[in-house]
Nanobody
Framework: QVQLVESGGGLVQAGGSLRLSCAAS????????MGWFRQAPGKEREFVGR????????FYADSVKGRFTISRDNAENTMYLQMNSLKPEDTAVYYC????????????????WGQGTQVTVSS
């Protein structure tokens, strides 16, 4: 079992930045791919990006590429999502998740989920 807890959400103006954290406990993440998803009201859960824990290689959705960066801290067992140049359309609940797959970009491919953290970007 892996327990995931997100933090760092909040209200920010367009053009601003936020850093989300995803703290993991219960198991080492070396065999997992960690992902970030978001879900806006009335919309499906959307893939944001993922990182292979063992290599640190990250992959991003086109909608956030160049603005968002995923990183991880092995010692802290924590993943981060640095979000820059935020836009109102980035407003959503952001979730982190863990997958046993190598290249997962669908929610159904993830086994463990955090509770989510709200990000609101005002125009």
């Amino acid at each position: 079992q892996v327990q995931l807890v997100e933090s760092g959400g909040g209200l920010v103006q367009a053009g601003g930045s936020l850093r989300l954290s995803c703290a993991a406990s219960g198991r080492t993440l070396s065999g997992y791919t960690m992902g970030w998803f978001r879900q806006a009201p009335g919309k499906e859960r959307e893939f944001v990006g993922r990182i292979r824990w063992s290599t640190g290689n990250a992959f991003y959705a086109d909608s956030v590429k160049g603005r968002f960066t995923i990183s991880r801290d092995n010692a802290e067992n924590t993943m981060y999502l640095q979000m820059n140049s935020l836009k109102p359309e980035d407003t959503a609940v952001y979730y982190c998740a863990a997958s046993n797959n190598y290249y997962p970009d669908q929610p159904r491919q993830y086994v463990y989920w955090g509770q989510g953290t709200q990000v609101t970007v005002s125009s």
